[in-house]
C-alpha cells in the first residue's frame, strides 16, 4: 500500500440512491487486490469497481467519512457497519444516512440468531450495526438488507 499525496473527496453511491462523502487524505492507504495493476490511485479507479474503504466518521458535516484505506477488489456484498442514525424505524435501518430496508422474508437478522421483533426491541441511535446487502455474486445490491448484526451499543 501507499500513502495517497493530496487532500481530496469523492462520493460514493448506493442502490438506495443514498450517498456518502470520502475524504482521502495524505494518510490513507490504496492497494490493488484485482491484479490489474501494480499501484492503485484515484485515476484509474472507474465507476463500478468494487471498494473497500476503511475509515473514521469526520467532524466536518460536509463529509461522512476520513479513509484510512481504501482497496479496489473483486466484486462482493455492499457492506456498511456504523452508528445508527436517530430515530430507529422498525423495518428502516439508516447508517451515515444511508437507509437500507429490512424485511422478515429477505433478511437475516444477528445471523439468524434474532427475528425483526427482536433486533428492534434493542437497537438504538448510536449502536454499532453492520448491514450486508446484496448476495453477490447472484444478487445485485438492492437496498434490501440480506443480513444484520448488532456488532455493539453504547
Known sequence: MRAFQRLLQSTLQFASGDS????LNNQTQMEDKTDTTPALNLSIIQ???F???RGFL???PMIDVTASEIRRNTPDDD???GPLDDPVTTGVVSILRV???TDVINTSFDDGNSDSATFYSVV???CIVKVEDGDAPATLPDSIADEISLE???
Open 20 to 23: 456518502l462523502v470520502v475524504l
Open 152 to 154: 455493539s451499543c453504547p
Open 58 to 60: 469526520n467532524t466536518d
Open 99 to 101: 437507509q437500507f430496508t
Open 47 to 49: 465507476p463500478g469497481d
Open 79 to 81: 457492506v456498511l457497519q
Open 124 to 126: 438504538q441511535p448510536g
Open 51 to 53: 471498494l473497500e474503504i
